[in-house]
């Protein structure tokens, strides 16, 4: 079994645990919590008998499971846990995030906004970079990396319940038009609630590490983007600043100790 399917199934079977050991669920949220973790379990068991096709596996199921891993994590949240969100403010204001975030221009404010948006199509990007410039190419390590990074970030939510700095605020942290994209797209497909560690900050330097051995200055690019991301991230107050140092961690550590 591929190493990103079988990574997949022991997240699944890890939701539907924490849907009966979380305390404070509601029975309609462990309900829910369990039947995705049926849905991608089944999802698994049909990438892992279905012949090798690169369409299938390759670049349609990996992100499928991505979503359904994100969104089973949310099932799981109860209630914000107020010491762990002052724990992570503290850290943001120590750094003045506020402050720098106010003192950005706009072009440099769009910008930011416009990469952690693109942090959707940079994973597949990121892979057509390392199909076509690595030596030595295997999609299979790639999805690895990549889904394995995200598994860790969602499969904290259960215990660390958070919400995103910019629940605390009326105020945007800047003016910027991309903004409400952003929040547009938040408020359609995300989960409502923060992750620790950060997804984003985690995937897009996992895609950098993924391409560093290709060639190009598609690789050069890709590692910008990833900075980008994570200081959208961050000055966006879309994550703490711990989230994303959190996420660098993940990430890094994931694709060291991951075999190719």
């Known amino acids: 079994m591929r190493l990103w399917v ?21 029975r309609a949220r462990r309900f829910s919590a369990a039947a995705v973790s049926v849905l991608g379990i089944a999802v698994v ?7 090798h096709q690169v369409l299938v596996h390759e670049w349609v199921f990996p992100p ?47 910008l930011l906004e416009l990469a952690y948006l693109g942090v959707y199509p940079l994973i597949p990007l990121s892979l057509a970079i390392h199909l076509l410039g690595s030596p030595s190419p295997d999609p299979d390590w ?16 259960p215990w660390v319940q958070t919400r ?34 950060s997804g984003h900050a ?16 598609a690789v050069l690019a890709v590692w910008v983007s990833a900075a980008l991301v994570s200081a959208g991230a961050v000055l966006g107050r879309y994550h703490y600043a711990a989230d994303a140092f959190a996420g660098w961690i993940v990430a890094g550590l994931v694709w060291y100790c991951t075999p190719r």
């Open 6 to 26: 079988a990574a997949g199934g022991v997240f699944f079977l890890y939701v539907a645990a924490c849907a009966v050991l979380v305390p404070g669920l509601s």
């Open 45 to 51: 068991l049909f990438l892992h008998v279905l012949p």
């Open 64 to 110: 499928i499971l991505l979503l359904l891993a994100y969104w089973a994590s949310g099932l799981l949240f109860v209630a914000p846990m107020p010491a762990i969100e002052r724990a992570l403010s503290d850290v943001d204001r120590r750094l003045q995030v506020d402050a720098r975030a106010a003192r950005l221009p706009r072009p440099l404010a769009e």
């Open 142 to 157: 790639f999805w690895s990396v990549v889904l394995v990074t995200d598994f860790v970030c969602f499969g904290f939510l």
């Open 164 to 197: 995103p700095p910019r629940a605390f605020v009326r105020t945007n942290p800047w003016t910027s038009a991309v903004r409400g994209l952003n929040l547009h797209v938040l408020r359609r497909g995300s989960i409502q609630v923060n992750t620790f560690p």
């Open 202 to 217: 985690a995937e897009a330097l996992a895609a950098a590490l993924l391409v560093s051995d290709a060639a190009g200055p």
